[in-house]
């Protein structure tokens, strides 16, 4: 893919998440459980890259008031809102919000004890930029500090029909797409469907991923939100 094409998906993936942000804003309230496996009562500065309104950031925040956290995210309008909840609980002293691209952090080397990549990496429009924002959590990561990385499961019916359009492309352009888990996932929104790129994964390689930039790989599996009996989503839990 050139190079006019990635910035062309990540405008896109800014534009749309700036159109929808008020949407997430009442329905991305409480933070996910597993988020507190990667701080403790010694972690002392937290990043969250792709931290949307802000859910978990502020989660952990109430269970650790102790920690300075950093808000990352590509759109300008889920910072606000991420900004505005932290005002509300009176945490806005202890969070920074900037907004920038996970394959660029303005961070410097070795600053951080814990990260979290929730549903982000996988709008990553190709496998060397996924590879990109993985070697950033390494050098951001100060020596056995953690990272959380969570992506979209490949393997999940809604998402059969757009699998058959993309190996269907390939079959006859093989060179118009990187993957055929590469979709754009559309989202309702004041009558027009929106869409978002999405790399769905699968656990091999989102664990083949974190081992091409020297992270050890502490826990990995499968997180539904939705007690589905096929993955939503995988995790994996890495450590330098």
Same mark, same amino acid.
């Given at each position: 893919?050139?190079?006019?094409?990635?910035?062309?998906? %990540?405008?896109? @993936?800014?534009?749309?998440?700036?159109?929808?942000?008020?949407?997430?804003? =009442?329905?991305?309230?409480?933070?996910? *459980?597993?988020?507190?496996?990667?701080?403790?009562?010694?972690?002392?500065?937290?990043?969250?890259?792709?931290?949307?309104?802000?859910?978990?950031?502020?989660?952990?925040?109430?269970?650790? +008031?102790?920690? =300075?956290?950093?808000?990352?995210?590509?759109?300008?309008?889920?910072?606000?809102?991420?900004r #505005?909840?932290?005002?509300? %609980? /009176? !945490?806005?002293?202890?969070?920074?919000?900037?907004?920038?691209?996970?394959? &660029?952090? +303005?961070?410097?080397?070795?600053?951080?004890?814990?990260?979290?990549?929730?549903?982000?990496?996988?709008?990553?429009?190709?496998?060397?930029?996924? /590879?990109?924002?993985?070697?950033?959590?390494?050098?951001?990561l100060? +020596?056995?500090?953690?990272?959380?990385?969570?992506?979209?499961?490949?393997?999940?019916p809604?998402?059969?029909?757009?699998?058959? /359009?993309?190996?269907?492309?390939?079959?006859?352009c093989? /060179?118009? !797409?990187?993957?055929?888990? *590469?979709?754009?996932?559309?989202?309702? &929104?004041?009558? #027009?469907?929106?869409?978002?790129?999405?790399?769905?994964?699968?656990?091999?390689?989102?664990?083949?991923?974190v081992?091409?930039?020297? &992270?050890?790989?502490?826990? #990995?599996?499968?997180?539904?939100?939705? #007690?589905?009996?096929?993955?939503?989503?995988?995790? @994996?839990?890495?450590?330098?």
């Amino acid at each position: 893919m050139d190079n006019n094409r990635v910035l062309e998906i %990540k405008k896109s @993936v800014m534009e749309v998440f700036d159109t929808i942000a008020t949407s997430y804003s =009442y329905t991305r309230v409480r933070g996910w *459980d597993i988020v507190l496996k990667v701080v403790n009562t010694s972690t002392q500065v937290l990043c969250d890259v792709g931290s949307g309104p802000g859910q978990n950031t502020l989660f952990i925040l109430k269970r650790y +008031p102790h920690i =300075y956290a950093i808000s990352i995210d590509i759109s300008i309008r889920m910072l606000l809102i991420s900004r #505005k909840r932290a005002l509300r %609980k /009176k !945490l806005h002293n202890t969070i920074d919000f900037i907004q920038a691209d996970m394959e &660029f952090l +303005p961070i410097r080397d070795m600053t951080i004890d814990s990260m979290l990549y929730i549903a982000s990496v996988h709008h990553i429009p190709t496998s060397s930029g996924r /590879k990109r924002a993985i070697e950033e959590i390494h050098r951001c990561l100060k +020596p056995r500090g953690r990272a959380l990385i969570i992506v979209w499961a490949f393997l999940q019916p809604r998402f059969i029909k757009y699998i058959i /359009k993309n190996f269907l492309t390939k079959l006859l352009c093989g /060179k118009c !797409l990187e993957s055929i888990r *590469d979709v754009y996932i559309p989202w309702r &929104f004041k009558g #027009k469907n929106l869409l978002r790129y999405y790399h769905l994964f699968t656990l091999r390689e989102l664990v083949n991923l974190v081992k091409s930039a020297n &992270f050890k790989v502490v826990e #990995k599996g499968t997180y539904n939100i939705h #007690k589905k009996i096929y993955p939503e989503n995988y995790y @994996v839990i890495i450590t330098k």
